[in-house]
Every structure is written in structure tokens, then in C-alpha cells.
């Protein structure tokens, strides 16, 4: 059973930095990617960041591009998401998940989630 658990975040200044960690378990061979995607009160789920296991190709939404950085350490299973600059906006929960590919539409196991509260 393929299992997700984000780690790492929580209350942060605005300008701040956090480090999001997805630790991931179950997979049998390393043709998935691992997506971020996060969820505001009131918003729809947005795409943030996303990283091919198998070559570490990476693809990044607006709200990622400049600031924040997706790395994979396949050793570990983990996938981490680098996020500087950190704005209010940024304030959701952040969610990890998996897929066949970044471009996928169904993304087949999500983690629980992990708060990120940017304040000014």
C-alpha cells in the first residue's frame, strides 16, 4: 500500500523560509512523481511543484517559480519542497501526492497535509 506523510510545516514570518518533506513508502518500482499541491480556506487546490522519481525532471506552477525549489532523495523516498520568500498567500495546507507522471489527472494516494502559516 503505497503510503504519503508530509512533514515540516508551520508558522513562518512573511519574507521566511520552510522546508516541506514527503515521506513516501509502498512504491515497488520508481516510475511515479510526487506532486505538492496546497489548499487555501475558501480556494480551490492548487498545483505547486512537481518531481519525476525515475530522471528528476521537475515542473513548477506560478506560485512556485523563483522561490520555491522540489528535490527528491531516492535513497530516503523523501521528496522536499524548499520554500523561500514566503508570502502570506502562502498561507494553505500543503499536500503531497502521487502519480504515474506530473502531467497526470488522477493523482492516486495523498498525504494528510501539513499546515504552512506565512504571517505579516
Known amino acids: 500500500e503505497v503510503q504519503l506523510v508530509e512533514s515540516g510545516g508551520g508558522l513562518v514570518q512573511a519574507g521566511g523560509s520552510l522546508r516541506l518533506s514527503c515521506a513516501a513508502s509502498?512504491?515497488?518500482?520508481?516510475?511515479?512523481?510526487i506532486g505538492w499541491f496546497r489548499q487555501a480556506p475558501g480556494k480551490e487546490r492548487e498545483g505547486v511543484s512537481c518531481?519525476?522519481?525515475?530522471?528528476?525532471?521537475?515542473y513548477n506552477g506560478d506560485s512556485a517559480k523563483g522561490r520555491f525549489t522540489i528535490s527528491r532523495d531516492n535513497a530516503q523516498n523523501t521528496v522536499s519542497l524548499q520554500m523561500n520568500s514566503l508570502k502570506r498567500e502562502d498561507t494553505a495546507v500543503y499536500y503531497c501526492?502521487?502519480?504515474?507522471?506530473?502531467?497526470?489527472?488522477?493523482?492516486?494516494?495523498w498525504g494528510q497535509g501539513t499546515q504552512v502559516t506565512v504571517s505579516s
Open positions: 501526492a502521487a502519480a504515474t507522471h506530473c502531467s497526470a489527472y488522477k493523482w492516486d494516494a
Open positions: 509502498g512504491f515497488t518500482s520508481e516510475d511515479y512523481a
Open positions: 518531481i519525476s522519481i525515475r530522471d528528476g525532471s521537475t
